[in-house]
T-cell receptor, first 113, second 113 residues
Framework: ETGVTQSPTHLIKTRGQQVTLRCSSQ?????VSWYQQALGQGPQFIFQ???????GRGNFPPRFSGLQFPNYSSELNVNALELDDSALYLC????????????FGEGSRLTVL | AQSVTQPDIHITVSEGASLELRCNYSYGATPYLFWYVQSPGQGLQLLLK??????LVQGIKGFEAEFKRSQSSFNLRKPSVHWSDAAEYFCAVGAMGYQKVTFGIGTKLQVIP
């Protein structure tokens, strides 16, 4: 059984640029959630995707957007990067939208200079 | 709104000693409660979960947690800590049909020989 995989693992961008992070969900999981974990903080919910549509969103601006593909993989896009966007971005998959039990990837570490 | 409080940011215990990590939550309905562990540079791994039923739940790696509704608490315990338990521990709350899982700020556990 393949777990959740994320790419890239590390990246550096400059303020104002755009970034795309990718996530492959665990086998059999149809729901993907994205979380932002700033240094010294717990993960913060960005949004969830189910059946290729956004299925809930946290308190993040519209420049944070996402996609889910028919194979349940997902992308997180962030436009107009700000210094405060520097964080570990975690993707989590789950077998449905109901349980809340999340299976996390190892994250993508984004540094914005 | 959901919220989670982990009052201890950093805890140091001796190897072989017992451990209790505190977690208090705020949620109006019946919560789903989780403990996750994060090793440095890695994603989060689920230790245990409470959805309903027996209020004492067993998890992986010898951990257990007790749900106390009257105290709005879900403390994590381990009778004898091993050096490999050094990591950061996150308490989290979710709910049936609710996409967002809310995490606490985390407790960093240091184990000394």
């Amino acid at each position: 059984e393949t777990g959740v995989t994320q790419s890239p693992t590390h990246l550096i961008k400059t303020r104002g640029q755009q970034v795309t992070l990718r996530c492959s969900s665990q086998s059999g999981h149809n729901t993907v959630s994205w979380y932002q974990q700033a240094l010294g903080q717990g993960p913060q919910f960005i949004f969830q995707y189910y059946r290729e549509e956004e299925n809930g969103r946290g308190n993040f601006p519209p420049r944070f957007s996402g996609l889910q593909f028919p194979n349940y993989s997902s992308e997180l896009n962030v436009n107009a990067l700000e210094l405060d966007d520097s964080a570990l971005y975690l993707c989590a998959s789950s077998p449905g939208t109901q349980t809340g039990e999340l299976f996390f990837g190892e994250g993508s570490r984004l540094t914005v200079l | 709104a959901q919220s989670v409080t982990q009052p201890d940011i950093h805890i140091t215990v001796s190897e072989g000693a017992s451990l209790e990590l505190r977690c208090n939550y705020s949620y109006g309905a019946t919560p789903y409660l989780f403990w996750y562990v994060q090793s440095p540079g890695q994603g989060l791994q689920l230790l245990l979960k409470y959805f309903s039923g027996d209020t004492l739940v067993q998890g992986i790696k010898g951990f257990e947690a007790e749900f106390k509704r009257s105290q709005s608490s879900f403390n994590l315990r381990k009778p004898s800590v091993h050096w490999s338990d050094a990591a950061e521990y996150f308490c989290a709350v979710g709910a049936m049909g609710y996409q967002k899982v809310t995490f606490g700020i985390g407790t960093k556990l240091q184990v000394i020989p």
